[in-house]
């Protein structure tokens, strides 16, 4: 007797399903195999494992196909360390790219040290690392799992304040190769960490230092001058810097997004320096205080690309800078926000359509 069954998914166009034959003749020619291996790609992880169950033949075909197991996500599961050292003790995962523990329970040291010491070969392929909310972790257990990791490119360790210079440290002499870095929430890393950066990886594109409350000027300065590739640098919440930094972002040619969200001591001069980033397309000024129309008005000029804007929280700018925006970025602006603009007065939905017609998302009050 021969049976057939059907597997759902969805995509944006809706529910769609892939019939599977499981008969002779089809696992003969291959089409059940290459079925699973498409529908593979687009199933959960946790989906995936439930297919794996299905039948023998199924369990075969899906791991045949070495693609759908570069990824092992664990994001947000109970017992994070324990399910990550009993996943890579399984041959599938010996080839595995990406690693998510984004808050992921019961993760510690201990977990990745014994992955040091155990599954090495497993993780020598891994290209990106997600550790975000896994404050248990320290120096140590960060040193355990990169020297694992000689080809890492993407790594990201939010919100964690036991995570100190040494560990920067450590991610800088064990992953050459790192493009992507976010240290967002480490608040006891210091400016010899963005010393070590700077010294180290200038090919960094993505940069995230929201909230490193320790960073001065001195640091900035070096990841700016040396780090010349940089494409996105998020300095969200940090009130230290100066214009004596701000100013060193005009050699970044290469940068696309900027977020200097609650920068009270960017001053207009600040930001006319940043307008000579011709390539910005997201700029995020919400609460910097001591920004007027001269400085917008210099971005405007200088920015003609600019897809997103916040100038929220700002009472020193008027309807001047708008103007002077619809004139260079009407075609390319898809979100403002002048929430809290008290100066703008033509700040109704009819009003900023009639600026910048392809405005998808703003904010009034």
């Not at 944006?12 to 059940?32: C, E, F, H, I, M």
């Not at 494992?49 to 369990?59: G, K, R």
């Not at 050699?251 to 390539?279: Q, V």
Request: proline share 2%; net charge neutral.
């Amino acid at each position: 007797m021969s049976f057939s069954f059907f597997v759902f998914f969805y995509q944006p166009s809706g529910l769609s399903w892939v019939g599977l034959d499981p008969d002779p003749q089809g696992l003969a020619t291959g089409r059940v195999p290459q079925v699973l291996s498409v529908v593979g790609t687009r199933l959960s992880q946790r989906d995936l494992y439930s297919l794996l169950l299905l039948s023998p033949w199924c369990y075969r075909s899906l791991l045949s196909h070495p693609s759908l197991w570069q990824v092992l996500d664990l994001h947000e599961m109970n017992k994070g360390g324990e399910r990550l050292i009993a996943a890579l003790s399984l041959s599938r995962y010996r080839h595995v790219r990406q690693l998510n523990l984004e808050f992921a329970q019961d993760v510690e040291d201990i977990h990745l040290i014994l992955l040091k010491n155990k599954y090495t070969d497993s993780l020598k392929e891994l290209q990106s690392l997600n550790l975000n909310g896994c404050r248990k972790i320290s120096d140590e257990g960060i040193e355990a799992i990169t020297s694992a990791c000689p080809n890492l490119k993407v790594f990201s360790i939010y919100w964690n304040v036991r995570v100190t210079d040494m560990g920067i440290k450590h991610v800088v002499v064990n992953c050459k190769q790192m493009v992507d870095l976010n240290l967002s929430g480490c608040k006891n890393i210091s400016d010899h960490s963005l010393h070590v950066i700077a010294d180290n990886y200038q090919q960094l594109e993505m940069l995230n230092l929201t909230r490193c409350v320790k960073l001065t000027d001195s640091g900035l300065r070096q990841i700016l001058l040396k780090c010349s590739s940089l494409q996105s640098l998020n300095l969200y919440a940090l009130s230290s810097f100066t214009d004596n930094a701000y100013k060193e972002i005009s050699s970044l040619t290469n940068l696309r997004f900027l977020d200097l969200c609650g920068a009270p001591n960017l001053s207009d001069e600040g930001l006319s320096c940043i307008a000579k980033c011709r390539n910005l397309d997201s700029l995020n000024l919400t609460w910097c205080v001591h920004v007027t129309d001269v400085g917008v008005i210099a971005i405007a000029e200088g920015c003609t690309s600019l897809q997103f804007l916040s100038l929220f929280g700002i009472v020193g700018v008027t309807d001047k800078c708008l103007e002077a925006l619809s004139k260079t970025c009407s075609q390319s602006l898809r979100t403002l926000d002048v929430n809290g603009c008290i100066g703008i007065e033509k700040r109704s939905q009819d009003q900023l359509r009639q600026l910048f017609p392809y405005l998808r998302c703003f904010k009034v009050m």
